[in-house]
Structures are given as C-alpha cells and as structure tokens.
C-alpha cells in the first residue's frame, strides 16, 4: 500500500521527521557536531531529558505546521549558578520572514512559563545563502531589546563534504544525506549514486549492525527514490553484503525500514500475547494501514491537521483504510479528503473532547498570538470559567474578536456571539 511515485514525477522530499528522529537518538553527538562550545558545558553524565510535550503546551503549532522541526530539552550545566536549564533547539528548513521574533517569542513565552535560563540555537536547513538570522532587536526611546541566539547553516557544508564522509560523528551522515538530497531534487540518478556512496560509507566505517541500521534509515528517508531505482539499490546492497560476507541490512529489514510495517507489526505482536496472535497481527497491518494513509496526505498535502489525523487513527477496519489510502492518492485537496473521510466517521474538533484547563491554555495562546503580550488578569478571568462550552464559545470569540478590551467585555458579561 505504499505510494510509489510515476515516472518522471520526483516526490516531495521531506526534511522534517528524519531530523526530528536524528536528534531524540544522536542529541548528544548532534550538539558536539553543531554546538561544540554548548556541548563542552553541558554535564551529560547527569543526562537531559525532552520536554515536546511541554513545548506544544507553551509554544502552539500552527494546524498546519511550517517546515520545521523544535525540541525542547532539558540539560544540566557545568558552569553558571542554575543547576539546569532549557534548551530550545530548531531545525528551519524554509525561509521566514519573522523567524527572529518568532525565536524570541519562543523565547520569552517558555522563560515567563519556568523561570529557568531558556537557551536557544538553530540549525538552518534552507537553501537561501544569504538568510542568516541571528536576532532580534526593538528600539524607541532609549529603551532597546537586543535577543541573539547562535545558529549553523548546513549549506556551509557543501564546500566541506569530503570532510563530512571522514568524519565519525553519525550527525556528519545525517548532513550528508540533506545536502545531497537538495543537491538532486531533478536528478533522480545522481541521488542513486550519492545515496549508494553514503550506503557503501556505512559498511566501510565498521560500525555494528544496530548503528548501520539506524543510519541508513536516515540516509533512505531522506534521499527518496523512485521505486525502480530504490529496487536496483537493494539489488546492490544484496551483492555487497555478499561480497563483504555480511548480512546486516536485510530484504526484510530493508522493507521494514522504507515502510514502517516493523514497529505496527511489532506493536500489535506484543499485545497479541496477551489477546491472540490474531488480533495482535490485525492490530499491527490496522496500524501499517493508517500509517499509510498519512504518509500519502503529508507527502502530497504537507502537515495535515491534528484531527483529521485522530478521525483516520478511529478506523480500525483494514478494508475501509485501504479505500482511503486509494482516495489520499486521487483527491485534489485536503479538505476534499475530509469530506470522504466524514462518511466514514464523524468529524473531530480541536476541543472536543480537551479538558477545561487545555481549552483555557488554547484561548490564551490564541489571544496571545494575535494581540501580544496580554495582562494578567486576563489569564485570571479565563482560568475562573469553569463551563466547558463556554470555554468552548470563548475559544471562537478568542479567534474573531477585534480587540482584547473587546473580549474582556465579552468575558465579563457573558455576551457570547454565535461566531463560527
């Protein structure tokens, strides 16, 4: 059920997840590639610890995301009087025009939120070489606001390739694959080469299987191919393993690793132990089967929203999945595949089924995002509302209302419009 691209059609190269993956598995050697100075000071016997979900509650996405990945992580430090701090880490993969005040917005929001030391740095992705940000001033009246944070460009890179393939800091492989995959967005057969370069790369470094593993599903999510050339390359890996008397990337793993069947089917094995090998095998070719649906959505729609996502994850039938994986294939956009998708299931809101103090939280960042700074006794009168729909009716007005003085008036009366 996957979708393989016609000929002549390149797929959309995606940049986003394989860097956010990179960097939950290699973040310690991902600061020492980018960040040295900020390595060096980082304790890492004390460990770290990631905070996403604490981010997402401070810093909202948009429903439809720009292309970029954020991390938030949590590190103890050698120097300084604070025994911890957070580290805000961003991958920015497309030029934007406010980046700068969006860092510091980031910024302020999650120092306002913990009190802590709030350390920013960013890893440029885009193919714009002169669009370096590195801060964000404001200044009236003698009154001035410089925030700077520091930053690498991976297009840096490109003169220091050779570099990159002797370096044995897995992060060195993960720009590699990047770099080359801007490099052939038309030359599918060049991609084929430089993807084999990289493939070879692993085997001749001596690296244990798991690690050989792990990197080449980078290198083969990010440097995509159309399905007749992915085909000659397992051919090639096949050969070389057999030549070099190894057997660590499998045809099955191989498989496992292009389509993400191994962890749904590993997933719904481990609870067939419990329920039955058949309803744990159902589970995991129900979990491949959305998985599949979703991948086709983002590759052809980018970012699709949170419920949409949820409404598909409900269908726990193989047959009506495949129907809508066939649909995510034809459909001319995402909201004529959410009209099909409703004949399916019923449609989920963003706040349906939230408790009382995450709508509350989803007002403020609205407002917030809209208006700026607000008082605190704004905060104060929403946290008072303690009726679910009219926390619901107050997220509408949040998102339609001219002013703040006007929703602070509507908050106050209890005047609600029927917005939306």
Not at 66 to 81: A, W
Request: charged share 30%; hydrophobic share 35%; net charge negative.
């Amino acid at each position: 059920m996957t979708l393989k691209p016609k000929k002549k059609q390149v797929t959309p190269d995606q940049y986003d997840s394989p860097w956010k993956e990179a960097i939950e598995e290699y973040f310690q050697e991902c600061m020492a590639f980018f960040f040295p100075e900020i390595h060096a000071d980082i304790d890492w016997s004390a460990g770290y610890q990631f905070l996403d979900k604490e981010l997402e509650k401070v810093v909202r996405q948009s429903i439809v995301t720009e292309s970029r990945v954020d991390k938030l992580i949590q590190v103890q430090c050698k120097s300084g009087k604070t025994t911890w701090v957070l580290l805000h880490l961003e991958v920015q993969s497309q030029y934007e025009i406010n980046f700068a005040k969006r860092m510091y917005r980031y910024h302020y929001r999650l120092f306002d939120r913990y009190d802590r030391e709030i350390i920013t740095a960013v890893i440029f992705g885009d193919e714009h070489p002169k669009w370096r940000p590195t801060q964000y001033k404001q200044e009236k009246w003698a009154c001035e606001l410089t925030f700077k944070f520091p930053s690498v460009k991976l297009m840096d890179y490109r003169h220091r390739l050779n570099e990159l393939e002797q370096s044995s800091n897995p992060f060195a492989v993960v720009v590699s694959a990047h770099l080359y995959t801007q490099q052939t967005h038309q030359h599918m057969e060049q991609r084929y080469d430089l993807k084999w370069r990289l493939t070879r790369m692993l085997y001749e470094r001596g690296y244990k299987k798991e690690k050989i593993l792990s990197l080449y599903r980078y290198i083969n999510w990010l440097m995509a191919l159309p399905a007749e050339l992915e085909q000659q390359l397992d051919d090639a890996i096949i050969e070389y393993e057999e030549t070099q008397k190894m057997a660590y990337i499998t045809s099955i793993e191989r498989r496992w690793l292009d389509q993400g069947i191994g962890e749904g089917i590993e997933q719904g094995l481990q609870q067939g132990l419990q329920q039955g090998l058949h309803k744990g095998m159902q589970k995991g070719f129900v979990q491949k089967a959305y998985e599949d649906v979703i991948e086709v959505l983002k590759i052809r729609f980018g970012e699709i929203q949170r419920a949409v996502a949820e409404s598909i994850r409900k269908i726990d039938d193989v047959a009506k999945l495949t129907k809508l994986h066939q649909k995510a294939v034809t459909v001319e956009s995402v909201e004529q595949f959410k009209q099909l998708l409703e004949s399916e299931i019923p449609p989920v809101t963003e706040v349906e089924d939230k408790p009382l103090e995450l709508v509350r939280e989803d007002i403020i960042e609205v407002l917030a995002i809209r208006f700026g700074e607000l008082p605190q006794s704004l905060g104060k009168a929403v946290s008072q509302v303690k009726d679910l729909a009219k926390l619901k009716q107050l997220h509408k007005e949040a998102i339609t209302i001219a002013t703040v003085e006007d929703f602070f008036v509507v908050l106050q009366n209890g005047n609600l419009r029927n917005t939306l």
